[in-house]
């Protein structure tokens, strides 16, 4: 780790073109960085070693949320911390905000952005699952030009993303859906500890009845995935009947064994989660009625 630290490079960019040039520079070896609780971790362990580090933390207009049309636009230096406390997330994406508050410590909420999170593809975050479930998108600008990219298929595995070298996160953006409810349920062994599964649901209510419903987790892949079948059968259900149809989901997962939880128990959990988490989405959407 001396070798590394010792021939490593560091700039400070002032603008996204000017962040955008650098990491084109630098290439392969360029990563970029802000809060770091994602990058900084991983190279204290060895598993990762850039030549050369793009500090974007200062970059104006990427730590703004703004409603821009159909959207709320959520900069990506936002941190964690800020999420749980803004006002438009809290009225546009309060998923976002329960989800947040299940990262790590304050300290990590104070530093970690949202950027790092969905760039970082951790299989088991908080943000990404939430992003997917709320059908977001990011904006993705290079050198080249910018594009959006569906939040879904952006994560492609653990720590793998459609992040390719000199490319960076610059915002977030997540459609407004007036009149749903939305619910995030995460379990792990302690508090800010990484989840052995977490489900985040949207739902919106005709009457009594699910007219639709999203549901993302963690914990039964190697990615965030959406439960598609799950969703059309939970929709035109009553309430009640659509939060009994969740027990039996385990048995359709097939989730492996791994060090930390045997597949059968994880499946279980993540069954409960989503159980837990419709239920919150629904109250929610009937805490909103008049």
């Known amino acids: 780790m001396s070798d590394v630290l010792t021939t490593m490079a560091y700039e400070r960019a002032r603008s996204v073109p000017e962040a955008l040039v650098l990491l084109a520079e630098g290439g392969e070896d360029a990563r970029p960085i802000s809060g770091g609780q994602s990058l900084v971790p991983m190279m204290n362990l060895g598993l990762a070693a850039p030549a050369f580090l793009v500090d974007v933390s200062a970059v104006p207009g990427l730590r703004t949320i703004t409603v821009e049309g159909e959207h709320l636009v959520i900069g990506a230096a936002v941190t964690h911390a800020e999420l749980t406390s803004d006002p438009?997330?809290?009225?546009?994406?309060?998923?976002?905000a329960h989800a947040a508050r299940h990262i790590g410590s304050q300290r990590i909420r104070n530093?970690?952005?949202?950027?790092?999170s969905v760039a970082h593809g951790d299989a088991a975050a908080e943000l990404p699952v939430s992003c997917h479930a709320l059908e977001a998108d990011y904006r993705i600008e290079s050198a080249t030009g910018a594009e959006l990219r569906a939040a879904?298929?952006?994560?492609?595995?653990?720590?793998q993303t459609d992040l390719a070298p000199g490319e960076l996160v610059t915002a977030i953006?997540?459609?407004?859906?007036p009149g749903h409810g939305w619910g995030f349920q995460e379990y792990s062994r302690r508090a800010g500890d990484f989840a052995l599964a977490s489900a985040a649901v949207?739902?919106?209510?005709?009457?009594?009845?699910?007219?639709?419903?999203?549901?993302?987790v963690t914990g039964a892949a190697d990615r965030p995935i959406r439960l598609g079948e799950l969703e059309r059968s939970l929709t035109g259900q009553g309430v009640a009947s659509a939060v009994r149809s969740v027990a039996g989901l385990a048995a359709e997962l097939t989730v492996a064994d791994d060090p930390y939880c045997a597949g059968a128990d994880r499946g279980r959990l993540i069954e409960v989660m989503v159980e837990r988490a419709v239920r919150d989405a629904c109250a929610d959407v009937r805490k909103g009625r008049p």
Do not use: K
């Not at 530093?111 to 790092?116: L, S």
């Open 88 to 96: 438009l997330v809290a009225e546009h994406a309060p998923l976002l």
């Open 173 to 177: 953006r997540v459609p407004l859906r």
């Open 202 to 216: 949207g739902v919106r209510l005709e009457g009594e009845r699910i007219g639709e419903v999203a549901i993302a």
């Open 152 to 159: 879904g298929p952006f994560s492609q595995g653990y720590y």
């Open 111 to 116: 530093r970690g952005t949202i950027g790092g």
